[in-house]
């Protein structure tokens, strides 16, 4: 049974850096063809599209956020990372991460999501 | 702004059927697989669809999906109150390197 969890902190300042981690189970980040990638949703929006890391550790990133964001992976927890710099209100958020399994671009499986506000 | 259009709500009776539409490009839905995920209230999103007519396990078939050129379209036949959701899709943008979605479409049974 395929399952992502996400944490991280549900409070950010502005211009802080926000960390989030995407805990894998039932997979391995190792398996050919497989990702995890990063979506988020503002509150009563549609979802957004952030950032993927493929098996081999290649990378994706939503163009508009390329700058600021980073996707890391350490397959001997079945972790993947999600750093966004310089925070904004703009980015309160519920943030998702989700399996993307092999063969092509779907995402399957979807964590619960945690919600991020950006507020001093 | 969202790459792909999709209507901004639908709705229609029980048992009745509704369609979604998502409108792109060449270098998303044109060139590519394109899925659908229902996402209820509160919750996170589900797989509805993948790979343009695919259903997942336990997916009912009163659920299908089907492309043609640059446009996609969700279908649900036999509505139930249950199916009242926000309903996105979602494909692979070549230009971009990365995924797109919709701007999702609430579904409304009346």
């Known amino acids: 049974q395929i399952t992502l969890k996400e944490s991280g902190p549900t409070l950010v300042k502005p211009t802080q850096t926000l960390t989030l981690t995407c805990t894998l189970s039932?997979?391995?980040?190792?398996?050919?063809?497989?990702?995890v990638g990063w979506i988020r949703q503002p509150p009563g929006k549609a979802l957004e599209w952030l950032a993927l890391?493929?098996?081999?550790?290649?990378?994706r990133y939503s163009p508009s956020l390329k700058s600021r964001l980073t996707i890391t992976k350490d397959t001997s927890k079945n972790q993947v990372v999600l750093t966004l710099s310089n925070m904004d209100p703009m980015d309160t958020a519920t943030y998702y991460c989700?399996?993307?399994?092999?063969?092509?671009?779907?995402?399957?499986?979807w964590g619960q999501g945690t919600l991020v506000t950006v507020s001093s | 702004q969202s790459v792909l259009t999709q209507p901004p709500s639908v709705s229609a009776a029980p048992g009745q059927k509704v369609t979604i539409s998502c409108s792109g490009s060449?270098?998303?839905?044109?060139?590519?697989?394109v899925s659908w995920y229902q996402q209820l209230p509160g919750a996170a999103p589900k797989l509805l669809i993948y790979?343009?007519?695919k259903r997942p396990s336990g997916i009912p078939d009163r659920f299908s999906g089907s492309k043609s050129g640059t446009s996609a379209t969700l279908g649900i036949t036999g509505l139930q109150t249950g199916d009242e959701a926000d309903y996105s899709c979602?494909?692979?943008?070549?230009?971009?390197?990365?995924?797109?979605f919709g701007g999702g479409t609430k579904l409304t049974v009346l």
């Open positions: 790979d343009n007519n």
């Open positions: 890391i493929f098996w081999d550790g290649d990378k």
């Open positions: 989700a399996h993307r399994p092999s063969g092509w671009y779907y995402l399957e499986y």
């Open positions: 039932g997979f391995s980040l190792s398996t050919s063809g497989v990702g």
């Open positions: 979602g494909t692979w943008d070549n230009s971009l390197n990365g995924g797109v």
């Open positions: 060449s270098s998303n839905i044109g060139n590519n697989y």
